[in-house]
């Protein structure tokens, strides 16, 4: 019987603080606060005060989908190294549950990272921590086009 192989995590190329920077520089007003960088996933709190809510009382899907959006951008970034260039290219939002007002915790893991392209998973929560969706987003990255002979991806 063989056994399962460990999964081999990416290594970050920004720390969380550098990270954590690129949301105080572009988005300062989103309530976006960086928990998590390791190997294999980044972790995302978005406070309620930048998630806006349905009259009916629970948060939007555009809201929750620009919570992913950026969670995926930072995430991206984060092991990829400054690549502000990056454009979303394809999303897709499953909503799983209606989220009641409050933060949501985005984890993301990033299962391709190439030279012009990346594609992130993620699973977002509510505060009770119940899964409210799941999320696919696939990123243009033209500024990584020409990489130093040195570079592995």
């Known amino acids: 019987m063989t056994q399962p192989q460990e999964r081999v995590g990416l290594c970050p190329r920004l720390s969380i603080d550098e990270v954590r920077g690129l949301v105080t520089e572009y988005w300062p007003d989103s309530g976006l606060w960086v928990e998590e960088i390791s190997p294999h996933r980044v972790v995302v709190t978005a406070g309620a005060e930048g998630l806006e809510c349905r009259p009916g009382g629970t948060l939007s899907g555009p809201t929750i989908f620009k919570a992913a959006d950026l969670s995926s951008f930072l995430a991206i970034n984060a092991y990829a190294g400054r ?53 696919t987003m696939q990123f243009a990255l033209p500024s990584r086009q020409v990489l130093s002979p040195d570079f592995q991806a």
């Open 83 to 135: 690549v502000l260039t990056g454009v979303l290219t394809h999303g897709s939002v499953s909503l799983l549950e209606a989220a009641e007002p409050g933060p949501l915790t985005v984890v993301i893991e990033v299962v391709r990272l190439g030279r012009r392209m990346a594609v992130a998973n993620g699973r977002i929560s509510d505060a009770k921590g119940g899964l409210v969706a799941v999320t």
